[in-house]
């Protein structure tokens, strides 16, 4: 599978866009972000409890755009790894979604 999710001017470093996709005829909500502009996307999924991290604003960044936060719980991964550093699931990972950047477009592979 290979689906276009953004322009690659379309995300600025210090963004996010929010984009799901099908995977076995169920919708996963994901999102891509450019952190310090390198691209990471992760399905869009707090690991404490089964929610989305943002709450629907596509709101991932901590206050200083550090880390990214579940505005639930106060949860807090790196945005390279997906490492939850601090919260209620310390040591658990984001799940990492494979992207390519391909004639100024971002794609989701898999």
Do not use: W
Request: charged fraction near 25%; include cysteine.
């Amino acid at each position: 599978m290979r689906k276009k999710i953004a322009k690659l001017e379309d995300l600025p470093e210090g963004t996010t866009k929010r984009f799901s996709f099908q995977r076995d005829g169920m919708r996963v909500d994901a999102f891509v972000a450019n952190f310090k502009g390198e691209i990471v996307a992760y399905e869009n999924l707090c690991r404490h409890l089964p929610i989305t991290l943002d709450y629907g604003d596509g709101e991932f960044f901590s206050n200083d755009g550090s880390l990214f936060v579940c505005q639930t719980h106060g949860a807090f991964y790196e945005p390279k790894s997906g490492l939850c550093v601090a919260g209620p699931c310390t040591g658990a990972s984001l799940i990492p979604l494979e992207t390519e950047q391909t004639d100024g477009h971002i794609f989701l592979v898999r």
